[in-house]
């Protein structure tokens, strides 16, 4: 069997682990963490890092951060994953789902504006599959209406809009470790701050509403409460995981994209004759190999290909459903129909994608494609 993911070890993960423990200190913030925070900070040049144990806990973070309350809208692409969303129900805001382009699953940035009212206090773009929403304009637009913006990045590490990294162009924005991102500690998150802000509070909110961190700096003399928080920083032992993958970025990265464009160039061909579509990079992005999908024409279909490649044991994974028509939010949604959020519900389907796929099993997968198309013709 061809699984759909498989977590890769780069090397030297168990060995930092070891010196993590054998440093004496294995909770939070100890060396690995500020290696990891130093990585971030000087590869991609972003303002401040803080790791958190997961992606779901720095959108919990950033939603406390931006001061969200009861009332308070949100707006976010209904397909996308509920810590996206979750995060901000939970501190009591209202959300307004967006639908999808026509093209591709990020936000359709073109029909923004119609969704703002005086209660939105952010914008909650997603960069699926790692490829750039059109963050220029949701900027221009946040700016106009006084709003912030929270990049949910988690499936975005080392890709590039226009030059700049993504993660680092939203008020804030959060970083996914979990075993099926590019970059893994099996669970794991980080929450990224490009305005200085909210440099202070972010870190009293990440150690349970205390001032800690600034004690352990000496900059002050005791620690005690002074705002809300909760517990959301990482045991330095999966810093130390984190760190042995963070020093093998490139290497993965490489591997990945090769992937990645060889499934592209085996069924462009079954793109061209118009029987699926393949994921776009949009021309201000760039591809960081997180995710290789393809949309059949409708559900039908996609159910009869999942059946075929299981047959074959491969094991393709369709993605998320609509969370406007989900059990929890569908009586909440304010009833406004969200086709392309639906099409990619229904006709998305995730192929096999991990370090270790080899380029052969990529083409076996693709054949196997070709053939299911072919024979479906006739
Ligand atoms: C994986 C993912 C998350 C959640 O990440 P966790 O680290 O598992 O909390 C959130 N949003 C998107 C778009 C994701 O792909």
Redesign the pocket.
């Known amino acids: 069997m061809i699984p759909f993911n498989k977590p890769f070890l780069s090397g030297k993960e168990t060995e930092y682990i070891t010196q993590a423990v054998g440093s004496g200190k294995i909770s939070g913030d100890g060396q690995f963490t500020k290696k990891c925070h130093q990585f971030f900070e000087q590869k991609y040049g972003f303002q401040k890092c803080l790791l958190?144990?997961?992606?779901?806990?720095?959108?919990e973070m950033a939603a406390i951060l931006i001061d969200i309350r009861e009332g308070d809208e949100v707006i976010v692409p209904s397909f996308?994953?509920?810590?996206?969303v979750n995060a901000f129900v939970l501190r009591g805001a209202k959300i307004v789902f967006a639908d999808s382009e026509e093209g591709f699953p990020n936000i359709d940035v073109s029909k923004l504006e119609a969704l703002i009212t005086p209660k939105t206090k952010a914008i909650v773009p997603?960069?699926?599959a790692g490829v750039a929403c059109d963050m220029d304009r949701i900027m221009e637009i946040a700016d106009k209406h006084g709003l912030y913006v929270i990049e949910?990045?988690?499936?975005a590490i080392d890709s590039f809009y226009n030059g700049k990294p993504l993660g680092g162009i939203g008020h804030l924005a959060?970083?996914?470790?979990?075993e099926?991102?590019n970059i893994i500690s099996g669970?794991?998150?980080m929450l990224v701050i490009n305005d200085k802000k909210f440099n202070d509070r972010a870190e009293i909110i990440r150690e349970k509403g205390t001032n800690r961190s600034k004690f352990f700096r000496g900059e002050v003399d005791k620690y005690g409460w002074v705002d809300i928080g909760s517990s959301f920083l990482p045991s330095d032992i999966i810093a130390a995981f984190l760190y042995a993958q963070l020093e093998n970025l490139d290497m993965i990265q490489e591997k990945r994209k090769a992937i990645w464009n060889r499934y592209n160039d085996n069924l462009k061909q079954l793109e061209a004759s118009k029987k699926l579509a393949l994921p776009k990079v949009c021309k201000e992005g760039t591809n960081n190999a997180h995710m290789f999908f393809i949309v059949t024409e409708d559900i039908a279909t996609r159910s009869a290909l999942i059946d075929f490649l299981k047959k074959n044991e491969i094991l393709p994974v369709f993605h998320y459903l609509s969370l406007h028509k989900s059990p929890f939010y569908q009586s909440k949604h304010d009833g406004r129909e969200l086709p392309y959020s639906d099409k990619y519900t229904e006709c998305l389907l995730r192929l096999p994608f991990y370090y270790e796929l080899s380029l052969e099993q990529v083409d076996h997968i693709s054949h196997l494609i070709v053939q299911f198309y072919n024979e479906r013709k006739g």
């Open positions: 958190t144990t997961s992606c779901t806990d720095a959108l996308t994953f509920v810590s996206t997603v960069h699926y949910d990045a988690a499936q959060a970083f996914s470790f979990h099926t991102k669970e794991g998150g």
